[in-house]
């Protein structure tokens, strides 16, 4: 079986920064909680490293992933108790990567007054068709809350690779998911968890701002929310680190938030590739603002 990894493209994943973010992983520590699961990737890191579920005082749940985007989480949760039927949907789905007409009826689905009632695997079979067939991979709602990314034409498209769902249903076993504002998971850390925070991004201007992942957006007053409630877990002992763009505001507000709680931190800059830019050659001259407290 190959190992983990993250089923869904998501703009701002983690995927390039995780050999740069590894050495700052504690090396044991009990439950792992992340309040913005997104694609996954420093959890299925952590989980081929062995660090998940490693300590043997841990409790039932070694894992908590949250995530605000309800079509996200119930991904996971089909893939860790429905991967049967998930997969009988997404082989109806392969057969037509390459049609637009069938893109975009299954993606008005969304418009139908009972959608959210459908069943699960129904709907997390849609949320991954789109996701490897819809327009440079994003998830981008309006402000109704209806998906609204173009067709990608892609050549070859795979929405069904039967290995790595299986690879992440093993997984996900015993990982608590919720759906919920990201106190919410927050509130469940003692001493001894580690905490990986991958918020939605302070934008760099007023036209960069892709974080339109839920209709309810992430503002500055969000962020400052976040930056207080991850002073309050870091001084309970927990291991917290986090990303953002890098910023002064944001710099500034970390640096306010947890020397207010007497807590240690520390920073680093790491150069990144933007891929949102429809023009590859314009993909470049990221840099992401690193936070932790240990």
Request: with cysteine.
């Amino acid at each position: 079986m190959p190992d983990a990894r993250p089923i869904l493209k998501w703009v701002g994943g983690k995927g390039q920064l995780l050999d740069r973010l590894q050495p700052l992983f504690p090396l044991k520590f009990n439950r792992y909680i992340e309040p913005f699961a997104g694609a996954g990737a420093v959890f299925f890191r952590l989980y081929n490293l062995g660090l998940i579920g490693a300590n043997p005082r841990l409790r039932a749940v070694p894992a908590v992933l949250n995530d605000f985007n309800g079509e996200l989480m119930t991904v996971y949760q089909v893939v860790r108790d429905h991967l049967d039927e998930l997969i009988d949907e997404l082989a109806r789905h392969q057969a037509h990567v390459t049609d637009p007409d069938y893109y975009y009826y299954i993606r008005n689905l969304d418009r139908e007054p009972d959608f959210r009632q459908w069943p699960a695997p129904v709907r997390a079979a849609r949320t991954i068709f789109l996701n490897k067939t819809g327009y440079n991979g994003l998830y981008r709602v309006n402000q109704s809350g209806y998906f609204n990314v173009p067709f990608g034409r892609y050549t070859h498209p795979n929405v069904l690779d039967q290995a790595v769902l299986k690879a992440t249903q093993q997984a996900l076993q015993r990982v608590d998911l919720m759906c919920s504002d990201f106190a919410q998971p927050l509130r469940l850390a003692r001493k001894g968890d580690f905490i990986y925070v991958d918020p939605p991004y302070q934008p760099l201007s007023r036209t960069a701002n892709f974080t339109a992942y839920t209709s309810r957006g992430f503002g500055w007053c969000e962020q400052e929310r976040l930056a207080k409630w991850l002073a309050r877990v870091a001084r309970r002992g927990c291991y917290v680190l986090i990303n953002n763009a890098d910023t002064p505001q944001v710099r500034e507000l970390y640096r306010s938030a947890f020397g207010e709680k007497g807590v240690l931190i520390r920073q680093q800059v790491f150069e990144t590739t933007r891929n949102i830019n429809s023009a590859p050659d314009a993909r470049s001259g990221g840099r992401e603002l690193t936070v932790w407290n240990y």
